[in-house]
């Protein structure tokens, strides 16, 4: 078969031969992709900002799916990597499909995307764009997000920036880990995580669920099916959260509970409310509700919030200029901090 | 005459069965009122008397379950007797509310509304004006083609489904993902969950109307079943007829989609329910009808919110439970179709 | 005078005249026979008399009234109609499907109450269907169909009442007691017209017979002048004898050979 | 023999009873008239012998197979069936339902061929409908229809040819000619058999009466035997006379008064 | 004969627009390959010659176009005839190949599939038995019920789909709304964007096995649109035709849909089409029928691929454009329906 071999050709076959390197992508196909890429497509959403934090810049990025755009609309990169700001995001569509015909006339250097897009990979292959996939199960993962931010830092001759993200990580997870047996069941508060207005929580099957459990707190939603349910309000009645958590899926915000302004609930005799326990999760270069580079600020962030006299050997403002210092190079300033916090 | 009788019977059989419904669905839910309780939330709100000192059970009654509650009548017997309308004008039994394109034109409403990051009141309004506008361009292209038949007319309105349904794609396609495309989704499963009682009480003047004047007109909607022409000698002026029912039958769904979300499947077989139960009648099928609507979406919709922690989307329960109780239905009556 | 056409003609295609010229007039108590071959357009001619179908040409007074000025209503109340072919779509019962003539009578909003029912169950007994009254319109034979159609009408109680083809599928016996029953219903003052494939039903109703043939041509007159050996003959293109038989104390249609 | 009905009687429900204990058999080129009074069972009886609803009690036999035991297909090439009521849904061709009648000839996967459209049109000229070929069928008179349907069952060719009231919507001429044609099927070698509300047409094709009274009785014989004033009178339940009229040399029957 | 000229004269002119729009789809697209390279890759594909050397253009006119132009003329012409078949034996022009819960079987397969997180193959073979499996259940509700009336079995088709779509709204509640939701939705939305010759290659022979046989029964069909009592009584053996054409067009609607995700509206509207064009005579509507379904879903894709950059869903575009053209048909013909 005449395209097995060329499979290994990429496009523009101008260039020298020896400007090639091979990447082992999650499906274990051996890509060969240019030494030195300058032009990449990314479908998966949180990529965007790793790229950033692994590259320090976007202006490799070529083409995204639409919603790393938006998400990047709504985050500090639009500050950050001003150069990101009028990428593509025709060729591909929200459910990460590519029109494989019309990204040809880009000629990127690579695509990447999740492994489970075999037949987006195939017809890559078919037309000699290479294709690097990556673990989707990254999106409730940590250890497989970790496995893809080795393969983007190998794309970009970044291994060791890539390798530090991922240490950082792993030291962090160990911290909260090395703490669990001192965390009394009863002294654990009541968490609830709400993803939209529909009342999606947080259940059993989520990223987010072992995130709070992992910081001491109790998911009260733990027992509910799936990763984001959708709960009815009188159950949010019974279980009566002490602390509440609004994503960034949703532009709800604390003070809707407060005032009870949302249709259909009524928040008025919440634990949470009364206390005013509402807690928006913040957005850095990305919303923290999915794992991304900055899921380690966020098991801070939260561990502050729910067991604040156990995890008191950080502090996270500082923890969190010094990631934003030593990952993104950028100083922080004290509004932008503020304003990630919600404050 | 023994066969009013049997009408009686059915008719006052139902009707407890719905008043014992509402009771049931006010008592029932994930967080545990007493049904003493309940009793003294209600007669202190109705007679606006001190009551109870639970401010949670009294919230969990009056402002999560009576607003569901009355939504869930307004909605099925809306759906259940303009299907029944539709079914007779058509005369065909297979028709649904759908018919004419009025549920795909108010999905199309909404997301508009959604995608326009409108808020709830913005999103029931874009529903019901799309739903209408979807009817009135159904309507619309018999005209243009100077054919007034039937046939055209239910053409049109798979027409404009369809057109509909692409338009829904693309703002499916333009949405944001996470909060405008959950938003149109969780519509079209249909939810009574948020519903309060302005949202009860803005529909409620319009579904008033409109049952009204098609109960009073469901004795000529028996005559128009006899075809257009044999319908017209009888004195009966087809045109006039089927424009008012087409245009209260579309009020009713329209409005009642709008506080709810798309609801499937209610509108095709409550009617047939009844009209296994009490014969072909309108007249009769009318009324019971509209009860088994309002007894049915009753139930689902306190099913969807006791039966498991998670709040399920009407559409689910619909169809698991209406499907096997309807085939139960077929299987005991073994009706001659 | 109740019914009067000037000049009626219609085509469904211009190369094809269905009927052109038609000229007639009826008084209270009339009955007209329309007799003609099959597809000459008698259907066709009550359509247009029903305003079911306009005219091409000419035009219909009814008690001086031209029928394009009147609402359905209007007409309904003044012309009853039986169709050739009924087809049900829903098992009414056949008390539901007589009643449905009060219609026109009642109010928009209206539905018949038990006094319009038992004026109802007196007409079907006049039928004699009165045993039928709860069994499904689509579970009784053709013949008692026919027979609900009539009461319907009955019920409309109208000036004017139009059948297409009444005795169509009715056994001999009810033949002979719906034309008893059109020369009773003249008798009580409506008009009545009428499509008949038998012209026996004309000689024995003997009043008004108007004849349309294959080339659209229409004639209208006595019974008595129109129904001959010769027009018929002519019309429906093969040799017919009517000889008077003393037993009926009548002229007899007969077909020769 | 071609037909033979033994001890048959069919019920809807169980109080009551359509007919009971009919028992006749015809041979070839015999016709069989069957009268009755509306509602008596004529249609239903039609029904059994065409194996559409199965006898409560008794046997017909098809050339002496039972004819339980027979397919679709098998009684399709001895029996043709005319309905009493047909009612189109699509607009085929008045060729094109017509040629359906072929149905039972062709093998399974095959469709007519030129040759079969000609044997069509050959018969469609025979029913003088062949002008109407090109027509939708669902846009012509009642009685085209009428002689469209008899038309698809002579192009079906079986041994047997049912009718149910074949002439109930045809002209008094489309009706001798359909008696005539009758008469010459069954010269042709064809069993005929057919309901009718003309006694007439009886005595005219002079073979075999069967008559189905309202309480289920059943009388079959010659029909110069069956055919009488004191039989029709009773059955149809009125005064009915047979003068013998010189002019077209056969006994006419009427009603009296 | 005047009249099978006309139809032998509209099957030359749409057999050329069909072949036209093959040789187009295959020319045109985001990427620029000029038609005499086209033409060149074409050649030297068939005559397995070495042709041109330009390889990317030769991978975008095998690899990518190709099996799309494939899979839509199977698609197309396998809802087509399936349509016109079921609206054949189910004597009514308002049936699509839906009736009996074909699609919304396959979409519950399909769901499940990539709920279990299977791959392409797997969601394939999914939703064809997804397919079989509802249309099974549909059949067997009548068998139980010991009523074969095809009322019936449309009722059936009815609660069979009700149930389905209760599922699929299972699913899409229990899936992941980042993923699993979005590719379901997707799929529901129909693509031939990812269709391989393989798949193709996998569904061919159904595709052919059943289109033969339909085509092969469609005077057959004719006759059962008399109704059941005349078509019997004709000699036509009603429940064994029947379920030919049930399982041969379930087959199809499967096949196809399990390549493409479901795609509305094409299996009601062609046949329709079709009926307009040559009358209502199956031996002419089923050829004509798949035909136009295959010139309308090649047209449709390849406007999906080249109108945007981006892939654009079948569904949006069906309707966007099938909506307007049924509707100029329409007034063109001014037909009497
Ligand atoms: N809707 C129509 N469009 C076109 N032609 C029609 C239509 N209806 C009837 N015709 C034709 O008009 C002619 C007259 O039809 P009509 O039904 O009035 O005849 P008729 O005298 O009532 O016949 P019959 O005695 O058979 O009932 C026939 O040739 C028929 O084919
Ligand atoms: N499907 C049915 N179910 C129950 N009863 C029926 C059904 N069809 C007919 N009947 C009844 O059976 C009797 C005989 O009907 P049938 O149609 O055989 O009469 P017929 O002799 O053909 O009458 P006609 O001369 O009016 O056509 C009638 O009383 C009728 O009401
Ligand atoms: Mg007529
Ligand atoms: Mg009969």
Redesign the pocket.
């Known amino acids: 078969n005449d395209n097995a071999d060329q499979g290994t050709e990429p496009v523009g076959q101008a260039d020298d031969q020896s400007e090639f390197k091979t990447v082992v992508d999650v499906l274990g196909r051996e890509v060969e992709v240019k030494n030195e890429i300058n032009s990449m497509v990314v479908t998966p959403v949180p990529y965007g900002s790793i790229i950033y934090a692994i590259d320090g810049t976007m202006e490799k990025i070529v083409a995204v799916n639409p919603d790393v755009k938006s998400e990047y609309e709504k985050s500090l990169l639009s500050t950050l990597a001003p150069e990101f700001a009028d990428v593509s995001v025709d060729y591909v569509s929200t459910d990460f499909t590519v029109n494989v015909e019309a990204l040809l006339n880009l000629k990127p250097d690579v695509v990447v995307l999740w492994h489970v897009q075999e037949d987006d990979i195939r017809k890559l292959e078919q037309v000699n764009i290479p294709a690097v996939a990556l673990d989707q199960g990254g999106g409730s993962n940590l250890e497989k997000t970790r496995d893809n931010i080795e393969i983007i830092g190998k794309l970009l001759n970044k291994e060791q920036q890539a390798e530090n993200l991922n240490q950082y990580n792993i030291d962090v997870e160990d911290y909260f880990t090395a703490k669990q047996d001192q965390i009394a069941e009863n002294e654990k508060p009541k968490v609830l995580y709400i993803r939209d207005k529909n009342l999606a929580v947080a259940a059993g099957g989520s990223f987010n669920r072992q995130l709070i459990e992992l910081t001491g707190g109790i998911n009260v939603a733990a027992g509910v099916k799936g990763s984001w349910t959708g709960v009815s309000m009188e159950e949010v009645l019974n279980w009566n959260p002490e602390i509440i958590y609004l994503s960034n899926f949703d532009s709800f915000q604390p003070e809707d509970l407060y005032n009870n302004t949302i249709e259909g609930h009524d928040w008025s005799q919440i634990d949470a409310v009364k206390n005013k326990r509402v807690y928006k999760t913040p957005v850095g270069i990305i919303r923290w509700d999915a794992p991304c580079a900055e899921t380690p600020l966020f098991m801070k962030w939260l561990g502050q919030i729910q067991q604040p006299e156990l995890f008191n050997d950080y502090v996270l403002d500082e923890d969190i200029r010094n990631f934003y210092k030593e990952f993104l190079s950028y100083d922080l300033t004290e509004q932008e901090l503020n304003k990630m916090l919600n404050r | 005459m023994k066969v009013n009788n049997e009408y009686r019977n059915v008719f006052i059989v139902i009707s407890i069965v719905f008043i014992a419904g509402i009771i049931i669905s006010l008592s029932v839910g994930r967080y545990v009122v007493s049904f003493s309780e309940v009793v003294r939330i209600l007669v202190s709100f109705i007679f606006q008397t001190e009551g109870t000192q639970d401010l949670v059970a009294q919230g969990v009654v009056l402002n999560l379950r009576l607003p569901r509650v009355l939504g869930a009548i307004l909605v099925g017997s809306s759906l259940a007797i303009s299907g029944a309308c539709y079914q007779g004008v058509f005369k065909n039994q297979l028709v649904s509310p759908d018919i004419l394109g009025v549920s795909s034109g108010a999905t199309v409403g909404a997301a508009i509304a959604i995608l326009l990051g409108g808020d709830r009141f913005m999103i029931q309004i874009g529903a019901f004006l799309g739903g209408i506008a979807a009817v009135l361009l159904t309507m619309m292209i018999p005209k243009l083609l100077k054919n007034t038949s039937t046939m055209l007319l239910v053409l049109s309105g798979i027409i404009v489904g369809g057109l509909m349904g692409s338009i829904i794609g693309i703002i499916k396609f333009l949405a944001d993902p996470d909060e405008q495309l959950a938003e149109i989704v969780y519509w079209q499963m249909g939810s009574l969950a948020k519903v309060n009682l302005p949202d009860v009480l803005g529909i409620l003047p319009i579904v008033v109307i409109a049952t009204v004047i098609l109960l009073s007109l469901s004795w000529r909607i028996n005559i128009l079943t006899l075809g257009d022409q044999e319908a017209q000698l009888s004195g009966v002026n087809v045109k006039m007829i089927r424009s008012i029912v087409i245009i209260c039958a579309t009020m009713l769904t329209a409005s009642s989609v709008s506080i709810s979300g798309t609801i499937g499947w209610l509108g095709l077989v409550i009617p047939h329910l009844a009209r296994i139960l009490i014969g072909p009648d309108n007249v009769k099928v009318f009324p019971i009808s509209l009860l088994l609507g309002s007894i049915f979406l009753v139930t689902i919709d306190t099913l969807a919110r006791v039966l498991t922690t998670a709040e399920l989307p009407l559409s689910i329960l619909t169809g698991l439970i209406g499907a096997p109780f309807y085939f139960w239905i077929l299987s005991r009556q073994r009706v001659r179709l | 005078m109740i019914l009067k056409v000037e000049n009626l003609s219609y085509y469904y295609d211009k190369s094809k005249i269905i009927f052109k010229n038609a000229n007639f007039s009826l008084h209270k108590g009339d009955i007209l026979t329309i007799l003609g071959p099959n597809g000459a357009g008698k259907s066709t001619m009550l359509n247009c008399l029903t305003n079911v179908l306009k005219p091409k040409s000419g035009q219909i007074l009814i008690e001086g009234q031209n029928i394009v000025n009147m609402n359905f209503n209007e007409i309904a109340r003044k012309i009853g109609y039986v169709p050739q072919i009924h087809i049900p779509t829903f098992g009414f019962t056949v008390t539901e499907f007589v009643t449905m003539g009060l219609a026109p009578k009642v109010g928009l909003f209206a539905k018949p109450t038990k006094k319009d029912i038992l004026i109802a169950e007196k007409i079907m007994d006049k039928m004699e269907i009165y045993h039928?009254r709860n069994?499904p319109y689509?579970?009784?034979?053709?013949?008692?169909?026919?027979k609900a159609t009539i009461a319907k009408v009955l019920v409309q109680d109208p000036k004017i009442i139009i059948l297409d083809e009444p005795t169509a599928?009715?056994?001999f016996g009810n033949q002979h007691k719906t034309v008893g029953l059109v020369r009773d219903l003249a008798k009580e003052g409506y008009t009545v017209i009428m499509t008949t494939h038998q012209p026996n039903h004309a000689i024995m109703l003997d009043s008004h017979t108007a004849i349309i043939n294959s080339q659209g041509e229409f004639l209208f007159g006595k019974t008595r002048d129109i129904v001959s050996e010769g027009i018929l003959s002519n019309m429906y293109g093969m040799a017919i004898k009517m000889p008077y038989v003393d037993e009926i104390q009548q002229r007899v249609v007969c077909a020769t050979g």
């Open positions: 039928l069994k689509t579970q009784i034979s053709g013949g008692e169909r026919q599928h009715l056994d």
